[in-house]
């Protein structure tokens, strides 16, 4: 069973920056594809980034490209969402995930097999 702790969410003004991180329980967490959702109030959970370490790539949801870039220390069992320009419609709480097949990076949030607690980011305008 691998455990996900998010932390670093909080309160930014619009167009500013804010980096989450989520650590992995697992040692084996290289193997795990690890990707990061948010869900707002009323509205259902969306894919932002997800990250292939044996499979050597990221993708990003189109909402968030070249703002937020997703990065992943093995080492530490962590990974990071670094997120730049936010904007006020981006308030949400963010939550980590993984999956053990580790070569597939899915969109879809049922797809994922293990869930951190999620972190708030609340963007003010």
């Known amino acids: 069973q691998v455990q996900l702790v998010e932390s670093g969410g909080g309160l930014v003004q619009a167009g500013g920056s804010l980096r989450v991180a989520c650590a992995a329980s697992?040692?084996?967490?290289?193997?795990?594809?690890m990707g990061w959702f948010r869900q707002a109030p009323g509205k259902e959970r969306e894919f932002v980034a997800a990250n292939s370490w044996s499979g050597g790539r990221t993708e990003d949801a189109d909402a968030v490209k070249g703002r937020f870039t997703f990065s992943r220390d093995n080492t530490k069992n962590t990974g990071y969402l670094h997120m730049n320009s936010l904007q006020p419609e981006e308030t949400a709480v963010y939550y980590c995930a993984a999956r053990r097949d580790g070569d597939t990076i899915y969109v879809g949030y049922r797809m994922y097999d293990y869930w951190g607690q999620g972190t708030q980011v609340t963007v003010s305008s």
């Open positions: 697992e040692r084996t967490f290289s193997s795990y594809v």
